[in-house]
């Protein structure tokens, strides 16, 4: 049973535009959030992370939005550019814990 | 520079046989991890050690087994008894404290 969904297994997206990736959650005991950055081939970077005191963190383009109540997380990269076409996950970490959970991942292309 | 080693990047293995896949980190980290990537599975927890000379099963651990004797090293060995074995793998480390997880590249092994 999936701890953490990320339901839309690939986004298309026009350079420019805004892309929004989302990560849905069952256990509100979750109290960290992160996305990484995958590259065939390679592993996964970190992008950016949200603890559960927020609801809203930005680093540059990236900004990741978080809605305890209806324990939903999105990424959003505005600007989009070629250079983010990448699968993105969406991990989770349990209170008292520091073990990520991660989602099946959504793989972005950007358009130019 | 600070990082994840995992070594060999790919690796063929005749059915039957063991494999073991070697990770080294110099970035001081207590604990490491082993993922397994498949295509639209995400990334799922094979083993992870919090402390030298101890780990814990992931959640999907059968078939596999792992060592911890030096901070710096977290080998799997992948044996005849993971039915499935073809996989990308991933080696991973963080702090106790938490926080994002710096993995390595990964090691690609194939079963012919």
């Known amino acids: 049973d999936q701890q953490v969904k990320q339901n839309s297994p690939s986004l298309s997206v026009q350079e420019g535009r805004i892309s929004i990736l989302n990560c849905d959650y069952t256990?509100?005991?979750?109290?960290?959030f992160l996305w990484y950055k995958k590259y065939p081939a390679e592993g996964p970077t970190f992008l950016i992370s949200?603890?559960?005191?927020?609801d809203k963190n930005e680093d540059g383009r990236f900004t990741v939005f978080l809605n305890k109540s209806a324990k939903h997380l999105s990424l959003h990269i505005v600007p989009s550019q070629p250079g983010d076409s990448a699968v993105y996950f969406c991990?989770?970490?349990?209170?008292?814990?520091?073990?990520?959970?991660f989602g099946r991942g959504t793989s972005l292309i950007v358009h130019p | 520079d600070g990082g994840i080693t995992q070594s060999p990047k790919y690796l063929f293995r005749k059915e039957g046989q063991n494999v073991t896949l070697s990770c080294e980190q110099n970035?001081?980290?207590?604990?490491m991890y082993w993922y397994r990537q498949d295509p639209g599975q995400g990334l799922r927890l094979i083993y992870y050690?919090?402390?030298?000379?101890?780990?814990q099963k992931g959640d999907i651990a059968e078939g596999y087994s792992v060592s911890r004797e030096k901070k710096e090293s977290f080998p799997l060995t992948v044996t005849s008894a993971q039915k499935n074995p073809t996989a990308f793998y991933l080696c991973?480390?963080?702090?106790?404290?938490?926080?994002?997880?710096?993995f390595g590249e990964g090691s690609r092994l194939t079963v012919l």
């Open positions: 991990a989770v970490i349990h209170v008292g814990s520091y073990i990520p959970t």
């Open positions: 256990n509100s005991m979750f109290d960290y």
């Open positions: 949200i603890s559960s005191i927020k």
């Open positions: 970035l001081n980290h207590d604990a």
């Open positions: 050690s919090q402390i030298v000379n101890d780990f």
């Open positions: 991973a480390s963080n702090n106790q404290g938490g926080g994002e997880l710096f």
